[in-house]
C-alpha cells in the first residue's frame, strides 16, 4: 500500500482523489492539501476516503508515513514543490507543465540527480484507450516506417480571458499535450518548429495577448514530419484525434462519444458528438497514469513519463511561442537552457 | 455487336434503353416497343442513340436482325412474350418476377426445354457492388459455414393503394428480390418459410388486401436460417443491407450515400442518408446486369440468372403469402407446381 | 448508507461486489455468503472491502442491520431465496432468471404482495450505455410509432455441455436477455413467439437436447414486430447490437470495442472486434443497475424492473421452447400459469 | 450539339473520349489527334464514337466545325496550344497545369483578353462527389466562418525518377491539385506558404532533386489556415480525404471504396480499401467536368474553372518550392509575373 498525499484540491486534484479512492486498491490518499481547503471539501474528501485534509502542504512533506505527492496546485508552485517534495524524500507525480521557465524544471532535474525517488509527469493522454491503441500499433511496426504524425486537438471551450493571461500562452497550456503525444507516437524528440496561428473563435483572447487557432508543422528527429491543429473551441465538443502514416500504411482514430447509437431519419443519418471535454473523455486515463506510477513506486522501475518528458513539450512551447513571434520555423535547439 | 429489341418503355424500359445506349459498347437498341409510344418517346429514344421505334412488339419478334430482346413489359405479359420471344429464337432477358403463377412459368421452362436461347431474369442487385461484394466473401469461405442470412429491404416511399392491387402483394412485388439475394447468397434454394407481417404504414395497403411490413424466416437447404425484413416506407430512404454469419466470421454492407460527407455540429455527426431509392442505388446493376446477359450471348455461356432463378423466388413468395393467410411455418414443397 | 449482503461468490457476485466496493458510494457489502467460500474468495473480499464473509447465507438474512441482498446463487435457489429474503423485510437484487419454472415465479410474486420491500430483476443490458441511448430515442418518439425491432446477441464462445444441460435451454439462459431487450425497446410485452432455430456451432449442444443458433420472431402487443437473432459462437467476438425501425426513423447501435483505432494497409481497413464478453462489455452496466437498485431503497421508489419484468422474459423463454418443439407459432398466452 | 477536338491521346486523352461518347450526350468527338496516333487508337477511339483521328492537331484548329478544343498534350505544350486555338476562336479546356511558367499562363490570359472563348482548367477534383459535398456545406454556412482546413492527398504509388525530372516537382505536379482544392474550400485566394518536405518513400525521388512527402501550410485570404499533407505512396491506395473546421462545426469526408462490405473475425472489423488510384476514384468527376465545360459554352455562361483559376495553384506552387528551397514561410506576392 502506498500512502500519497494530493497537493491541490482544484478541479484536477479532485480527479485524482477520486481515481485513487476508488480505481487504485494499491494506494491511500493519507492527506490532502489546499491553501483554501473548505469545509464542504475536506467532507466531499473524507466521504471519498480520504484520511485527512489540511491547509498546508508541508504538512504532507513532513509526514513520514506518506511516500508519494501528487502536485497538482497552481503552475507556478509545479517546479518549486518538485524540489522540495523530491528533498523531503517523496515519489512526485507532477501535473503538466513542470514550469514554463526551462531553468526552473532544470532546478528539479538537477534535485533528482542525487535522489531515488520517482518522478512522473501528467501527460495523461498517453494512457488514453486510443492514443495507446495507435502507439502500440506504431511500436510493433504496423505501419512501417513513420512519415507523417497528424494529431487534432480542439478544446469545446475557449478559457476566458483572465485565465488566458497567466496560461503561458497556447502552446504552453494546451498544446503542451499534443507536443507530448507527438514525441509519443514518434518515438522520438522534436527539432523544429514552425507555427501558423491566428485569432479566430474570440478577439479577447488576441487582446489577452495569445492566438486560440494554430497549424503547428515540427521536423522530427527520425525525419517524420507532424503537424498539430488546434482549436480553443469546436462546438460540436472535444475533438481528439491523431493519425499516423508510414511505409507501411496508417493508424488513426476516432473522437469517443457516449454511445454508439445512430439515428437515420429525414435529416440524415445522425450519431453523437464527441465526449464534452477531457473529464469525460479522460477519466480512465487520468486513473491509468496515477496507477502507473504507483507501480513504478512498488515494483522500483522507471515512471513512463520522467522529468525528461515533461522538460521537451516546454522546449517546443517555447520554440513555438518564437517562430508565432518570429514568423519562422525555430529549431529546439535554439531555446536556451 | 449484339441487336436488342425491347419490349417495354416505361421506368425500367428506359432504364435499360440507357444503360445499353451508353454503356454496353457491344450491344445496340435496334427496335423499342411500347403500346402507348409517344412522340416524345420516340424522339427521346432516338437521341440516345436507339435506331427505331413501334407500337407493336411483335415487329421485334419478326425481325430477323434482332438477336435478343428484353422484357419490360406489364408482369401479366412477362411468361407469354416469353414463350413468344423463345419460339423465335430471340435470347430474353426478363424483368421479375416471370409470372406469379407457376403454371405460367412451367410454360416457359418447357419452351426452352427445345430452344437454345439464353434467357435471364432480371435479379438486378445480385450485380449491386455491395451485395456482390458479400457473396464473394461468403462463396470465398471468409465466413466459414453458413449460419445466419440477414437482409433487410425498406422502401422510401410505399406504392399507391391501386398498384398495389394488381402487385400480386408485397412478396411477390418487392421481397421477391429479397428472396432472389437469400438465394444468392446463402447458395442453395429455400426450405420453409415462415412469415410475421403487419399493416403499419398505410392503412390502404391493408384495405387492398395487402401488408406493408413483415419479417420472414426462413429455413435454407443448406441449414442455414435466412431473415427478411421489410417495410414500405422507410423515411431516411432506400434500406438494402445484407449480412451474413458464420463460423469463421460475418460479412456485412451498410447503404450507400451520395457522398462521405459528415458534419459536426451541436446537433450531432451526420452523414448522408442512404441513396434515395433503386434508380439512385442499383443504375450500375442494371448495367451490368445486361453486360452479363449480352457476354453471355456473344460467348455462349449459361446467363448467371436462368429461368429456374426466376422460378424459386415465385414458390417462395407464394409460400410466404400462405404462411401469412394460415399463419405457420410452410414448406416450399407444398407449392404445387 | 445502504448495507448489502450479497448471496453467491462465483462470477457474478464478485462483479456485483467489486462493482459496489469502487463505484456505489451509499452502499457498503456488510456480508458475502458463498457455501464454498474459501480462504482466497474470503481474503479478496475483504480487500476489496467487504465487512465479512460466511458460507451460510441465513447469516445475511438474520443479519438486523443488512438492508437489502444481492441473490447471485445458482438460479434454482433464486425463488426460494427471494421469497425467504422478502420474508425477512430484506430488499432484493436477483439475478436472472428468477427461474424457470412460472408457479416459482408466482411465489415470489405472492410474497411480494404483502411486503414492503423493494425488488429487481438483473438484466443489466437495460443500464448499458448504447441500449440505453436506443431507448431513450424510442421514447423520446424519435423513430416514431415503432414497426420493427432486431436484437442481434451472440456469445463469443459456446458453454460447455455440462453447462447446457442445466440451463434450462438456450432461450432461458441465454435469449432471456433478449427478450427483456425486446420488451424494453417496444415498451409493452410480447403476444406470440416464432422460433426457427438449429445446432450449427456444437453438435454437443444438440445432443444435450439444446440448439445453438436462432432466429426468433416475435409480435409485440403493440402492433411491432421483433426478431432475436442469436449464436453461441462468433468468433469475432460479442455481438450485442440493435436497431428499432419505426414511421419516423431508425435508431440502431454498434457494439463497443476496445479503442476507436483503425489500421489501414495493404490488407484493406481494420477496426479493433468487439470487447470479447459481457464482462468486457457490460461492466459498468453491472454497476449502474446497483446504482439504481440503491437508489430505488433510498429514495423509495419503485425499482426500474420489478418481478414481473423478471417474469415476462420466462414466459417468452418457455413460449419459445414450445415453438420449437411444436414447430408453430405459440402465444405467451398460451403458457400457464 | 457541341462538336470537340482532343488533343492527345494518352491516358487522361482517352479519359475524356470515353466520358464524352458514353456520358455527354450534347457533345461530340469529332476529331482526336496525337502525334503518335496509332491504327490500335485511332481503332479504338472509332469503336467508342470518335468521327476521325490525326497525327496533326492544327487540322484541329483549323476545322470550323469544330467548336471547342480538350488540350491533353504534354504539359509544355499546354499554353502555346491554348494561345492558337483561342486565337483560332475555339473554346478551350486544357489540363492542369496551364504551364509551369507564369509568364507563359500570362500569354494565355492576354490571348483570352480579346477573345470570346470559353476557358476552362482540368481541376476535375472539384467534381468530386465527396468534395462537392464539402464544399456546398461550407458555401452554405453549416460550419460558419472556416478557420481551419486540412486536406491530406496521398498517391498509391510513386511516379518512376525519370516522371519525376520533367514533372516540375511533387508541388506543381501533384499538389498543385490539393492548392486548387484548398482555394475551392476556402473560397478564397492563398496569402502565404509555408513547406516541411522530405524524401521519405524512394531516394530516387530525391536524387531527382524532388521531395516525396511534405506537409504544407496556407494562410488564406479570409484568415483561414490550410495544411496539405502529401505523400507520393501510401500503400494502402489512394488516399483523398478533406476536412473543415469553422465557427459552426465541421465538415470532413472519408476515401471511396468498392463497396461498403465489411469483414468481422479474429483478426478484427476490416472493410476495403479506398479506391486504388485517379483513374478509379475520379472517373465520374472526369465527365462531369466536361458536361460543366459543354454546358457553359451552349448556356453561354463562364465556365466553372477559369483561367485565373488555372494561375493560382501555379503560384502557390512557386511559392511552395521557393519556401522549400529558402526554408521559410513565402508569400504569394514574392512570386514575380
Chains 1, 2, 3, 4 share one sequence.
Not at 474570440?202 to 522530427?220: Q, S
Not at 496508417?250 to 473529464?279: H, R
Not at 506510477?293 to 522507471?302: G, N, Q, S, V
Amino acid at each position: 500500500m502506498v500512502n500519497v498525499g494530493i497537493i491541490g484540491a482544484g478541479r484536477i486534484g479532485r480527479v485524482h482523489v477520486e481515481s485513487i479512492c476508488t480505481q487504485v486498491p494499491n494506494a491511500k490518499v493519507k492527506l490532502l492539501a489546499d491553501p483554501f481547503m473548505t469545509e464542504e471539501t475536506s467532507a466531499w474528501a473524507k466521504g471519498m476516503g480520504v484520511e485527512a485534509t489540511t491547509k498546508d502542504y508541508k504538512e504532507i512533506l513532513a509526514d513520514p508515513e506518506i511516500d508519494a505527492v501528487l502536485i497538482c496546485s497552481s503552475t507556478d508552485t509545479h517546479s518549486p514543490i518538485s524540489v522540495e517534495a523530491i528533498k523531503a524524500g517523496k515519489h512526485v507525480f507532477c501535473e503538466k507543465p513542470i514550469d514554463h521557465d526551462v531553468a526552473k524544471i532544470q532546478e528539479v532535474i538537477d534535485a533528482l540527480k542525487d535522489s531515488n525517488v520517482k518522478y512522473q509527469v501528467g501527460f495523461n493522454r498517453r494512457f488514453d484507450h486510443n492514443f495507446e491503441a495507435v502507439q502500440s500499433a506504431v511500436a510493433a511496426g504496423k505501419v512501417g516506417d513513420v512519415h507523417v504524425i497528424k494529431v487534432t486537438s480542439r478544446d469545446p471551450e475557449p478559457p476566458c480571458a483572465e485565465y488566458v493571461k497567466v496560461s503561458g500562452g497556447m502552446f504552453l497550456d494546451m498544446t503542451i499535450h499534443d507536443f507530448d503525444m507527438v514525441r509519443f507516437l514518434a518515438g522520438c524528440n522534436a527539432e523544429e518548429v514552425y507555427v501558423e496561428a491566428a485569432v479566430l473563435v474570440d478577439p479577447a483572447i488576441g487582446e489577452a495577448g495569445d492566438v486560440d487557432t494554430a497549424v503547428i508543422t515540427l521536423k522530427m528527429e527520425n525525419g517524420a514530419i507532424a503537424v498539430i491543429d488546434n482549436s480553443r473551441k469546436a462546438v460540436y465538443g472535444y475533438d481528439q484525434r491523431a493519425e499516423v502514416f508510414g511505409s507501411k500504411g496508417m493508424v488513426a482514430t476516432a473522437n469517443d462519444s457516449a454511445s454508439t447509437a445512430v439515428i437515420s431519419n429525414e435529416n440524415g443519418v445522425t450519431g453523437e458528438k464527441p465526449l464534452y471535454f477531457f473529464l469525460e473523455r479522460y477519466m480512465a486515463a487520468y486513473a491509468k497514469e496515477i496507477k502507473c506510477f504507483i507501480k513504478a513506486i512498488e515494483e522500483d522501475t522507471d515512471t513512463p513519463l520522467g522529468v525528461m518528458d515533461g522538460l521537451q513539450p516546454v522546449l517546443m512551447g517555447l520554440a513555438a511561442k518564437k517562430s508565432l513571434e518570429e514568423h519562422r520555423p525555430v529549431k529546439i535547439s535554439e531555446i536556451t537552457m
